[in-house]
């Protein structure tokens, strides 16, 4: 039986018994029939029209309702009902349903701005991204997941990852790198796959980013960086020799020879022996950074390695605070040598300003951090502080803070430079993992 047909039944069977009374009370009194018809149609007509009130007020209610609903149901958020308000239960419930109503439509709003943020970083990112589902059905690809099919969306979307050529990606382990050609390029790769569910079934994220651009400026900066460098040390040597050269053949080839010319020939050959020497050490620096083996790692007590190197240093003090009791996993030789060029810099950067030098070691999460302070004269350029054989210390070989950071990230740490905050001077952080 139908609800509307339940409430009119109920709403009649309660008011019956009373109607009937009433009905024999009007028929008993001592009027004339037409005035007792008459009572009795009026009482009747009330009657019903109470029916039919107590109906409507139980049903439309819920007629609205059922409107407010269906029309959530169908993504419309804008319809609300007029009868919702406090301290009335429907009408508590009919402000739940407005309240829930204007949750749902921000909540899309903030959905549909949030996918068309997500669509203009897939459009812009120069990473291939592709979808697929759990067949391995490309559901989506962005411009240049196209770029690198050299297939347009419409023709790509539905095939599989087999015919697109991407079913050894989808099964690698990532992240990898891979040497691949596409339609879109060749070159390497590097491939990440993620997993994701979509109406409760699982789904796989593919990014492909093509390494070999940025490989290449990288490559070409690096090695512009090191002719540069490697020109400017050749040159400073061989322009003294080949005038030093000219300057003996000249004398040679005078006749008679000046009384004094056994002087210019030992200063020559001195000034050509001393810049063949600085090549000497230049390439044997080379070979040292060249030739870094990898760290042969074991367990290595961190604070009297520290106070190891402190005492090395004997022409500025460099003070040592209460130092942690760490033990780290690492080749003990090549964090020495790193931490030593990295203190001789700071003590020699010391000695300019007649300042001092300090080590701080503390624990940080998974890492611990060494802080080398000097009171120098501070960092000129920072640019180049990590080109190889670049250097602004007469004699300097141009490789020692090189050669620490490769020992450093060799270990899975950082090391950085920069100037003090609070006062004038260096700072040097290195971390490294416990």
């Not at 009026?42 to 407010?68: G, Q």
């Not at 347009?152 to 050894?168: I, N, P, Q, V, Y």
């Not at 008679?256 to 020497?277: K, T």
Request: charged share 25%.
């Amino acid at each position: 039986m139908a609800y509307e047909r339940k409430v009119a039944l109920l709403s009649i069977a309660l008011t019956l018994p009373a109607l009937c009374v009433a009905l024999a009370l009007i028929w008993q009194q001592p009027w004339e029939t037409a005035a007792r018809i008459v009572a009795m149609v009026a009482l009747l007509a009330l009657s019903t029209w109470i029916w039919f009130r107590l109906r409507r007020a139980v049903v439309h209610p819920l007629l609205t309702l059922v409107n407010l609903l269906d029309s959530l149901r169908a993504g419309d958020y804008s319809l609300r009902s007029i009868s919702a308000r406090r301290g009335d239960a429907l009408g508590e419930v009919l402000w739940e349903v407005n309240a829930l109503s204007s949750t749902l439509r921000e909540e899309r709003l903030r959905v549909e701005e949030t996918g068309a943020l997500l669509s203009k970083i897939m459009a812009s990112v120069e990473i291939a991204i592709f979808a697929f589902d759990d067949q391995r059905h490309l559901m989506l690809v962005n411009p240049a997941g196209e770029r690198l099919l050299a297939m347009r969306s419409s023709e790509a979307l539905g095939r599989t990852a087999l015919d697109l050529g991407l079913e050894s990606c989808c099964d690698v382990d990532t992240p990898a790198t891979l040497k691949r050609a596409f339609p879109g390029g060749a070159g390497s790769f590097e491939v990440r796959r993620a997993s994701f569910r979509e109406g409760g079934k699982p789904h796989e994220l593919l990014a492909i980013s093509d390494l070999s651009r940025a490989l290449r400026e990288e490559e070409r900066q690096a090695w512009q960086r090191l002719i540069r460098v490697l020109g400017h040390e050749l040159n400073n040597s061989l322009a003294p020799i080949r005038s030093m050269a000219a300057t003996l053949a000249g004398l040679v080839a005078r006749e008679p020879l000046p009384e004094d010319w056994r002087e210019d020939v030992q200063g020559a050959l001195g000034v050509i022996g001393d810049r063949a020497e600085s090549l000497t050490r230049f390439m044997a620096s080379y070979t040292r950074l060249a030739r870094l083996p990898p760290p042969n790692k074991s367990r290595v007590e961190l604070a009297p390695l520290i106070r190891r190197i402190a005492r090395l240093e004997q022409r500025c003090p460099i003070g040592v605070g209460q130092l942690p009791e760490l033990v780290l996993q690492a080749d003990a030789d090549q964090i020495e040598q790193a931490l030593i060029n990295l203190s001789k810099n700071a003590a020699e950067a010391a000695l300019q300003t007649g300042g001092g030098v300090r080590i701080r070691v503390s624990a940080q999460t998974g890492h611990v951090l060494i802080e080398i302070e000097d009171d120098g004269p501070g960092l000129a350029k920072t640019e180049n502080l990590f080109v190889p054989f670049f250097t602004t210390k007469p004699g300097g070989s141009g490789v020692g803070l090189v050669l620490a950071r490769q020992i450093v990230e060799n270990h899975s740490g950082s090391l950085s430079l920069q100037n003090r905050e609070d006062a004038q001077g260096c700072l040097v952080r290195v971390t490294l993992p416990l």
